[in-house]
């Protein structure tokens, strides 16, 4: 059979790296008659968990894979353990500990000072981490015992709570951040805040986008399925797993469509009551194919006394014939 698209919630183990699930799921797929072949398929996931770490990353499969950055921008959620009193060079419990401090900080101080990293913050990306500098990974240069100048990015804590403190320095947090966000960098500057230290002690993601870890099945799992022919069924449609809904063009526009092109508004003859400038949508053929993600934007027209006039202009193209 053909090649299969979509997204399965794989529950990423300790010990693998991303780039292990995205290849151990690849030969389960291709095992299963989902894949074409392994120089064909195309397989990857919406964002890295560090190896140490576990819990979701959503595996995106054939045509999904050009989806991946759209399916990653969502709200993440992790569970983490904070341990103060104590700092690393990877900001984290598996790297060489670089300072030690006593805690004198009370509980309530702890919890206002966790509470006060809530909103907009800047984070300076940690060394050990894929960022790229001068073209280079970052943690490329920290294994070469280098330092570099890193500029701070924005991220959005969105909510943070404290799930429980396991004695005066260690405690487990809750946090709903953006892409993009380094817990590892969070629990390292919330105990600069209190002025003893801080790193992360272990780390789940609990949720990304849509996809949660009530619903995520780990790597034995997913072959186990294979193995009884249900694999298929855990892959859900692209069109469930992002927040856009979907337009129908007109039988005389959609072969213009699916071949990448443009489409007026007037071609539309699904029922839109919100087209307007930047909002993307699914837009499909009038036999029901996907023909791609597309957004409204302003289009000049011939003459310039002609106003500007809505269209539809695709920004990611998933039709067979694309």
């Given at each position: 059979?053909?090649?299969?698209?979509?997204?399965?919630?794989?529950?990423?183990?300790?010990g693998y790296t991303?780039?292990?699930?995205?290849?151990?799921?690849?030969?389960?797929?291709?095992?299963?008659?989902?894949?074409?072949?392994?120089?064909?398929?195309?397989?990857?996931?919406?964002?890295?968990?560090?190896?140490?770490?576990?819990?979701?990353?959503?595996?995106?499969?054939?045509?999904?894979?050009?989806?991946?950055?759209?399916?990653?921008?969502?709200?993440?959620?992790?569970?983490?353990?904070?341990?103060?009193?104590?700092?690393?060079?990877?900001?984290?419990?598996?790297?060489?500990?670089?300072?030690?401090?006593?805690?004198?900080?009370?509980?309530?101080?702890?919890?206002?000072?966790?509470?006060?990293?809530?909103?907009?913050?800047?984070?300076?990306?940690?060394?050990?981490?894929?960022?790229?500098?001068?073209?280079?990974?970052?943690?490329?240069?920290?294994?070469?015992?280098?330092?570099?100048?890193?500029?701070?990015?924005a991220a959005l804590?969105?909510?943070?709570?404290?799930?429980?403190?396991?004695?005066?320095?260690?405690?487990?947090?809750?946090?709903?951040?953006?892409?993009?966000?380094?817990?590892?960098?969070?629990?390292?500057?919330?105990?600069?805040?209190?002025?003893?230290?801080?790193?992360?002690?272990?780390?789940?993601?609990?949720?990304?986008?849509?996809?949660?870890?009530?619903?995520?099945?780990?790597?034995?799992?997913?072959?186990?399925?294979?193995?009884?022919?249900?694999?298929?069924?855990?892959?859900?449609?692209?069109?469930?797993?992002?927040?856009?809904?979907?337009?129908?063009?007109?039988?005389?526009?959609?072969?213009?469509?699916?071949?990448?092109?443009?489409?007026?508004?007037?071609?539309?003859?699904?029922?839109?009551?919100?087209?307007?400038?930047?909002?993307?949508?699914?837009?499909?053929?009038?036999?029901?194919?996907?023909?791609?993600?597309?957004?409204?934007?302003?289009?000049?027209?011939?003459?310039?006394?002609?106003?500007?006039?809505?269209i539809l202009k695709?920004?990611?193209?998933?039709?067979?014939?694309?």
């Amino acid at each position: 059979m053909s090649s299969v698209s979509g997204f399965l919630n794989v529950y990423k183990e300790k010990g693998y790296t991303s780039h292990d699930v995205v290849a151990v799921m690849k030969k389960i797929l291709i095992g299963a008659g989902l894949g074409e072949g392994v120089g064909k398929f195309k397989v990857g996931h919406t964002g890295t968990l560090d190896p140490e770490a576990e819990g979701v990353l959503p595996i995106c499969i054939g045509k999904a894979t050009k989806l991946a950055d759209y399916a990653g921008a969502g709200l993440k959620r992790y569970s983490a353990v904070l341990k103060l009193g104590m700092t690393s060079d990877t900001q984290d419990d598996t790297g060489s500990i670089l300072t030690e401090s006593p805690v004198t900080a009370t509980r309530e101080e702890i919890a206002a000072a966790v509470l006060s990293f809530r909103g907009e913050i800047e984070q300076v990306p940690p060394m050990y981490s894929a960022v790229k500098v001068n073209g280079e990974r970052l943690y490329d240069i920290a294994r070469r015992g280098e330092v570099v100048e890193r500029k701070p990015r924005a991220a959005l804590i969105k909510r943070i709570d404290i799930v429980e403190f396991h004695d005066d320095s260690t405690l487990t947090i809750d946090v709903l951040c953006s892409r993009g966000t380094y817990i590892r960098t969070l629990c390292h500057d919330i105990g600069e805040k209190l002025g003893c230290g801080g790193l992360m002690g272990s780390l789940v993601r609990i949720a990304s986008g849509i996809f949660s870890i009530e619903t995520a099945l780990r790597i034995d799992q997913m072959r186990e399925a294979a193995e009884r022919g249900n694999l298929l069924a855990l892959i859900r449609p692209i069109e469930k797993c992002l927040p856009f809904s979907s337009v129908v063009v007109s039988e005389d526009a959609t072969p213009s469509m699916l071949a990448g092109n443009k489409v007026k508004i007037v071609s539309i003859t699904s029922c839109d009551n919100n087209p307007k400038r930047g909002r993307r949508v699914f837009a499909r053929g009038f036999d029901g194919q996907i023909a791609g993600l597309y957004e409204y934007v302003y289009e000049q027209q011939a003459s310039p006394d002609d106003e500007r006039v809505l269209i539809l202009k695709p920004l990611v193209m998933l039709a067979s014939n694309s």
